[in-house]
């Protein structure tokens, strides 16, 4: 497959809380998803488990892999875990999920995307977790609301590069600085590729960040509807 900047697909879940809607949409999912979405001990874990995937889906499709069905689709993992599909090798996504909304990234090389819902965060948590720089970074905001967005820019901008080197939580948070400078970047000492971030607007009062290892990436989120875009697809 041809070169195409970093994709990003989301959505929000609430109408998959509509039995009918969930019915159709499980349907659709690939049988290892089904089992996950079977595991989910609440209804909104459900809806996200399965949402995520149908973003995958309808992104693939997007892509011209209509070959790549639910029926067709065979995840494999890679030794860090990673997620890849089998016959599209070219092809690297990754997923994530909080609140009511779900998000999607699809690349030509390896990605990482987070979403999160901007929540109260105590300043001990940043302490904990954070760099020093980082951290002062919050804690020198007077405003208790631009506190919390900065608390959750940083988190989602470190989970989608946990996610991108396949490290995951055991890297720790605190050994790698995220710079907000006008060009994000990060210091780390994991490897020595270039790792380039964007922020998106995904939806309000949520934030989302992607971290790739190519600069390209488009622009805006790729709004999706689960009722009128992707169970039409998927028709």
Not at 12 to 31: M, P, S
Not at 167 to 178: A, D, M, S, V
Not at 199 to 227: H, M, P, W
Request: glycine share 6%; proline share 1%; hydrophobic share 40%.
């Amino acid at each position: 497959m041809k070169d195409f900047p970093v994709r990003v697909y989301a959505a929000n879940v609430d109408q998959l809380e509509q039995e009918e809607v969930f019915r159709a949409a499980y349907e659709k999912a690939t049988e290892e998803r089904r089992q996950k979405v079977d595991r989910m001990g609440s209804v909104k874990g459900r809806c996200l488990s399965l949402g995520v995937e149908l973003l995958l889906l309808y992104g693939l499709s997007e892509l011209g892999l209509a070959d790549l069905t639910a029926d067709r689709i065979r995840y494999r993992y890679g030794e860090d875990g990673k997620p890849y599909l089998e016959g599209a090798e070219d092809v690297y996504f990754n997923l994530s999920h909080s609140g009511d909304m779900v998000l999607c990234a699809i690349a030509p090389r390896e990605v990482g995307c987070d979403v999160e819902k901007i929540r109260k965060r105590e300043l001990a948590v940043a302490r904990r977790f954070f760099t020093v720089q980082e951290y002062e970074k919050i804690a020198s905001l007077e405003d208790e609301a631009a506190r919390r967005e900065m608390f959750c820019r940083y988190w989602t901008l470190k989970e989608s590069f946990l996610k991108v080197t396949g490290q995951g939580i055991r890297l720790g948070l605190n050994n790698f600085q995220i710079i907000l400078e006008n060009e994000i970047s990060v210091i780390q000492n994991v490897d020595r590729r270039k790792y380039c971030f964007r922020e998106y607007d995904a939806a309000k009062g949520y934030c989302c960040a992607v971290c790739a290892v190519q600069s390209e990436f488009e622009t805006e989120v790729r709004q999706v509807n689960i009722l009128k875009n992707i169970l039409e697809m998927l028709k």
